[in-house]
């Protein structure tokens, strides 16, 4: 019996029994789902550091109006000198964007810092911290939405897009308008979403799609805030303007009815799809089209708004690139999807995708197309010569017009032109000085210039018209003092490099 007891440990002290932990599926998935200070605070870090570097890494021009629509405007709104386009004196473009950097401008002049350095880079450096917070607001959003590896491949294709470092540290709407989409993605009602907030996404966007009770939404926000919002900016423009303006009318009656956007190049309805979202989304796209077949039904609405903009966008004669780049982090979802689902070919996956964005990147960012802004650097120095030299600057670009910033990137009244270019407004004497130029440049320019005393001091062109007018700058002792690099793909009146030419 003793034997037996003693098997059965019967009197004995009884030994902790052992259980099998079974962890809850159900909890698993919400713990993974909840993100942690630390993990905040290291993706916080990282996309301001990553920005400001993508900001200093961006030395090139991409198009006119991140200077003419912006800047331009904002530093004659303080400084009480520049040139306005011709949109502006037809009262189609609104005060508001160039009012935060006229902002900018006036608090650095009244320190006394208003250094042409810093009238260039603190608004950009500005426009990358806000991209920076647009940046951790979508890592926030996906993070509660999809499992911790598929907002980290999500976010590694959010942060690594050509496009996106190409574009958002520039002081263009078009970033701005990128910026506030990913911000208000952050606050859209999207299904499994813990940070919805529909008065707060119709304040960035001003439209609703989805939402339960819409004749009350639409009764309560979005017709309230919808007016606000078009109240404000029209006061800001009647203000600046000094006259009753409605932009936005404006802008449909020029760019629409009067299709006034034509003049600056058309393109055929298919140009989005068959070659502007390939390049915006660059190597992004196989994946792309992988992550819109596994998400297909989960993500149908930001589907939708992608494949609704680009059609909309295509029904006009103008089509530019940046003009779709907003819905560029609709598509980083898609693509983190599907880059998550890759699981033997991920990291091969992932450093194609890197290296071949980081290429395109840089390429675009520190060497194409730089000639134009590193030519106002040069015509920068000028400044200082006004000051001690008897013979005042007078400086002539013979170039397509606003090819260059202006007196943004120099900060000094020094006589400037440029070949102007207005397009055809109905008045009864057109006149296209860029046009009329080209037809005949050597008729141009002596017809312009009959007096050795009313010529210019220095002469900015392009390298493709130098051989053209040779005979005009040798009889009047021009000579070639500057060489600037600018593309390696010269195409029609813009050359691969830049020169300026003095009179001695």
């Known amino acids: 019996m003793e034997n037996i007891r003693s098997r059965l440990n019967i009197g004995n002290k009884a030994e902790d029994v052992k259980l099998r932990k079974r962890k809850s599926q159900l909890y698993s998935k919400e713990d993974e789902n909840i993100l942690k200070e630390g993990e905040l605070r290291r993706v916080v ?75 260039i880079w603190l608004p950009r450096i500005i426009q990358a911290l806000f991209a920076a917070f ?73 439209l609703a799609v989805i939402e339960n009770d819409k004749l009350r939404l639409i009764t309560h926000t979005v017709v309230p805030i919808g007016a606000v919002a078009v109240v404000i900016s029209t006061l800001i423009d009647c203000i600046f303007y000094g006259k009753w303006t409605v932009v936005q009318f404006n802008f449909l009656k020029f760019n629409v009815f009067h299709g006034v956007a034509d003049f600056y190049g058309s393109h055929p309805w298919h140009w989005y799809f068959s070659q502007g979202f390939a390049v915006v989304i660059g190597p992004h796209l196989p994946l792309f089209l992988h992550g819109c077949s596994l998400a297909f039904k989960r993500y149908t609405i930001l589907l939708a708004a992608i494949v609704w903009t680009i059609v909309v966008y295509s029904l006009l004669p103008h089509k530019e690139f940046r003009f779709i780049y907003p819905v560029l982090p609709f598509c980083m979802i898609f693509c983190g999807i599907s880059l998550a689902s890759l699981k033997a070919w991920r990291r091969a996956a992932a450093t194609v995708l890197l290296v071949s964005n980081l290429l395109a990147a840089l390429y675009t ?7 134009s802004l590193d030519v106002m650097s040069r015509l920068q120095t000028l400044c200082d010569v006004r000051n001690i030299s008897t013979m005042q600057p007078d400086v002539l670009l013979l170039m397509p017009c606003h090819s260059t910033p202006y007196y943004s990137h120099v900060h000094c009244p020094m ?22 130029f080209y037809e005949e440049p ?10 050795k005393s009313s010529l210019p001091t220095h002469l900015v062109l392009f390298d493709v018209l130098e051989k053209e007018i040779s005979v005009f700058l040798q009889g009047n002792n021009f000579v070639r003092t500057a060489e600037m690099f600018h593309t390696h793909f010269p195409e029609g009146r813009v050359g691969g490099s830049i020169f300026i030419y003095e009179r001695h």
Request: glycine content about 4%; overall charge positive.
């Open 442 to 451: 050597l008729h141009w320019l002596r017809t312009s210039f009959p007096y």
């Open 45 to 119: 870090l990282f996309s301001v550091a990553f920005r400001l570097i993508n900001c200093l890494l961006v030395q090139t021009s991409f198009v006119p109006d991140e200077y003419w629509q912006s800047l331009e405007v904002s530093h004659r709104m303080v400084f009480n000198y520049g040139y306005l386009t011709w949109e502006w004196k037809e009262g189609i473009r609104g005060f508001t964007y160039p009012l935060f950097f006229a902002f900018i401008y006036k608090i650095l002049h009244f320190l006394n810092y208003d250094s042409v350095f810093l009238l």
């Open 415 to 436: 006589k400037m032109r440029f070949l102007e270019c207005p397009p055809d407004l109905g008045e009864e004497v057109h006149v296209d000085e860029a046009d009329r």
């Open 365 to 371: 960012g520190l060497i194409h197309q730089r000639g």
């Open 134 to 206: 647009a940046d951790v607001k979508f890592f926030y959003l996906i993070r509660t939405l999809e499992r911790r590896d598929v907002a980290k491949w999500t976010f590694f294709c959010h942060m690594c897009s050509w496009f996106s470092w190409f574009c958002c540290t520039r002081t263009l709407t078009n970033s701005t308008e990128t910026t506030l989409t990913s911000l208000a993605l952050f606050y859209f009602p999207l299904p499994r979403s813990k940070t919805h907030s529909s008065k707060i996404y119709l304040s960035l966007v001003a």
